[in-house]
């Protein structure tokens, strides 16, 4: 693949085996970056690879649990042993159980918050001392509408998309002079099985597509100016303006 924008770099990205993971993976190997694909279902990220490797591209699959510590330690020095570098991770990887809090279980609340925090943050502290070597390097974390606003029915989902917010805030500012880049993008609806369990009462073609949230992450990772975008808030077009 010559003269694309990401040519030489490798992107990891959890939670590819479907939705909006899936194209993320699919826009950043078209653009020539070789793709650590990251979930727990092999099957499904076989699938993925097979997509890629349709288009020309190159992906590995890392089947792992993002919320297990040993297993992302070893997905990690797995792909980086595999590919050599390492420049854009993207956490998308993420569960909804959706329920009013009154009947949240605390195993519930536990496991949204171990796989949407907990897994974010462990593949970021994994992945900082490779990115620190490479000049741009990015982490985008895929949090959602719900990490700035709160729905019925989805607090515990609400809670760990704040906590990525807040945790990535922070880490922006710790990443800042090495040069990495942090950003977040804040969907709303996407028109996923996770969209179909959290809204069921929403039209389905009304929802985003992910490949527009994979349109957002490509913007993000080949720009090279001196601006910096911190956040971007993707919303139906149906939803209501700057609510
Ligand atoms: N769909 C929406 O409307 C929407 C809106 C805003 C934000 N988001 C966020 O976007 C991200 C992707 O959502 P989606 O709609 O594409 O969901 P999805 O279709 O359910 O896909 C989720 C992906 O995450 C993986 N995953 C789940 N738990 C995991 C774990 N413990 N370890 C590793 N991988 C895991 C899944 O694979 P396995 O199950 O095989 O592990 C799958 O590949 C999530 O973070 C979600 O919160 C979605």
Redesign the pocket.
Known sequence: MNQLLLNDKVALV??????????IARALAREGARVAL?????G??SDTQSEIAGLGGDAVCF??????EAAVVAMVRSAVERFGRLDIVV??????LFGLLETTSADTWDRVM???AR?TFLVCREAIPHLRRQRPAFIVN?????AVKGYANQSA?SA??HA?LGMSKALARELQSDGIRVHV???????????G???PDLDRSA??S?DE?ADAVLFLVTRRGKAVIDQIDLRRESATPWA
């Open positions: 959890t939670g590819a085996g479907r939705g909006i993971g899936r194209s990251v979930a727990r279902s092999a499904q990220l089947p792992a649990d993002v919320s297990d956490n998308n990887a993420g569960i909804g171990a796989v949407n897994g895929i949090a959602s509408v719900v989902y760990s998309k990525v993008i804040c969907p709303g609806g996407v028109d996923t099985e996770m969209a369990q959290a809204r929802l985003m992910p949230i």
